[in-house]
């Protein structure tokens, strides 16, 4: 292992074995299923700064992959959806981490009675060299990990995500982003990266290595603030605003003129009848329309006065123009 590798080893290691509350203060609620127990080391044990489990994307039974497991408790939610042996497959490369996951999940045995451990998967491995085969899984998630990475290492854990996805697959990311120019002196800093602060990158620069990726879908389903570096506990000059974002990434065919984005717009026709702009979107007066920034920039060239298209909300909840 390279310095920053060891030092990230060395982080979750510990955290694995004394459970650190505040590691990582998700902002998103945990999600309350009918019959679903999360044990309280679990909950102790949630390292990611949002959420990858989404019903919508679980129907139909799928395989899922989740890497970098923590204490399990997105694999015990992941697994609520797909009840069976080897449903979900997790992934982690800190022995101590796999120990205590194993150990959670024995506990949400005893509280949830739909569960078994062998619905999941764990195996040793490293999110840059998946082991599993091409097109083998229907959802792929991670949570505050990729962020850690430098951008060689980015590149390739996000193409070792496509190449296991199958068509249509969805990647599913919890991740900080933060708008602002990291200082280098942060940037470098292998203790802060690990602890997935000082490897932010703004969101649009995040959406551009998924889709140079090959991803031709990507929903920006939650943007919120997340943590705070300030002169006084760190080495810089300005307050440094770091916001958590939720994004799904869909691995369907690129479309000719680039990638639907769906950063939260919306298109409202206030005319009479309905609008019909002759690319297959068709807007019903005062119903609002979910679009892609593409298509939001396009009704906006229109430039007509009975036509309204809000700014990004960074808030997508599917359907709409694509």
Known sequence: ???QQTTTYNVYKAAAESPEKGLCCTTTPVWQLPGLKVPSKMLQMNYGCGSTVNPRDLSGDPTILYVG????MELLQFSYFSRRKGGVI???VVDEMIDACQANLK???LVNSWFKPHFIDIRKADALNLPLADNSVDVAAQNCLFNIFRD???EQALGEMYRVLKP???LILSDPTCEQQMPLNLKNDERLRALCLSGALPLNEY???LTD???GTIEVRAKRPYRILDPLNYETDQLIYIESCEICAIKDLMPVDGACIFTGKTAIYYGDGFFDDGKGHTLFANQPLAICDKTASALKSLNRNDLFISGSTYFYDGGGCC
């Open 168 to 170: 249509n697959g969805r």
């Open 207 to 209: 959406i551009k290595r």
């Open 152 to 154: 060689e290492e980015l």
């Open 107 to 109: 506990e949400a045995e």
């Open 213 to 215: 990726i090959g991803f």
């Open 90 to 92: 997790g992934i982690d």
């Open 69 to 72: 497991i923590g204490g399990g």
């Open 1 to 3: 292992m390279d310095t």
